[in-house]
Each structure stands twice: as C-alpha cells, then as structure tokens.
C-alpha cells in the first residue's frame, strides 16, 4: 500500500464580521476576513492512497515528531494488512531520532522521501487543493474517491468529424 502524506498548516481559523446586507446602492457588502496568529492555529496531516482516492486526516497544535507518529499510527490502523510505504518529504520530524526509532517497533511502514524542492512528486499537495476548497470535509471527498493518475487525462476522441470539402 503506498500512501502520500504531508501536513498543512497552520491553518488558523478566521470570523467574519456580521452577516453581510445590501448597500444603499444595491451592492452586496462583502465581509473582510479578520486574521490573527495566535493559539487557536492547528496543523493538519494529511494521508492519501492514490490506489482508491481514499484519504485520512488528522489535525495536531503543532508540527512535531509526536504528532507525527500519532499520524503515522492511525495510517497503521486505517491499513491493517500488508506493507505501508509513505511517500513524505525529508522533514526533520519524519526522519528524526524518535521517529526512526518509532519505526523499528512497526516494522510494516516504510519512508520513501521525495527529493528536496520537488513538493509536486507527492499527490498529497495536489489532494490540500481540493480539500481547501471543499471546506476541509475529508468525508465528502472520500464519498467520491476516485483512484489518483499522474498527469492529465487523455482528451476523448472524437469519432465523427465533420469534413468540408470546397469545390471549386
């Protein structure tokens, strides 16, 4: 089983100022967003199979090797049989100390670290993508998982064309 992971964040929660109205000149009052840095930020994981589409989340205060293995740990459960290999980058909490050592008591996973600079090897920042845009709400994408291919998909091809012949 090959899973694409990675971590989205901060992701800090916004408010919005009351409901908007219309003006007096018939325009739609648009709200500004309110943004702030503090203590209600959170991180997300996040863990795809490109096999079925089928994605795990997992939200966390930071960004940390702990966090990082609780994740890998719910991956584990979400996957019961056969080997796991997550494809991630090279961060410090992936490839540290604990995390290894983590490893060695769930011999069933395995890390294979995309290079440095090259995000868009893992399906996983295209899948952040779509989950921003549908509202963070992993269990509707997942109602509609389709298997993940590289690339485009070939255009259909159009078998009756029209062919315009001049006469002279």
């Not at 409901?19 to 007096?24: D, E, G, I, L």
């Not at 966090?67 to 049989?81: G, V």
Request: hydrophobic share 40%; proline share 8%; net charge positive.
């Amino acid at each position: 089983m090959v899973i694409c992971a990675d971590e989205l964040g901060p992701v800090i929660p916004r408010t919005f100022p009351p409901a908007p109205a219309w003006s007096m000149d018939g325009h739609r009052i648009k709200a500004e967003l309110d943004y702030s840095r503090g203590p209600e930020k959170t991180w997300v994981y996040g863990g795809l199979r490109p096999a079925d589409g089928q994605a795990l989340i997992m939200t966390a205060s930071s960004r940390n090797s702990v966090f990082y293995q609780q994740f890998l740990q719910l991956l584990e459960d979400a996957n019961p049989t056969g080997q796991i290999w997550i494809v991630t980058d090279n961060l410090s909490s992936h490839n540290g100390l604990s995390t290894r050592a983590w490893l060695e008591d769930h011999p069933r996973i395995h890390h294979a670290f995309i290079p440095v600079g090259a995000c868009r090897l893992n399906l996983q920042e295209g899948w952040w993508r779509i989950f921003r845009k549908a509202a963070l709400a992993t269990s509707q994408l997942n109602s509609r998982a389709k298997p993940w291919i590289w690339g485009r998909p070939a255009p259909p091809t159009r078998s009756l064309r029209r062919r315009y012949v001049y006469l002279l």
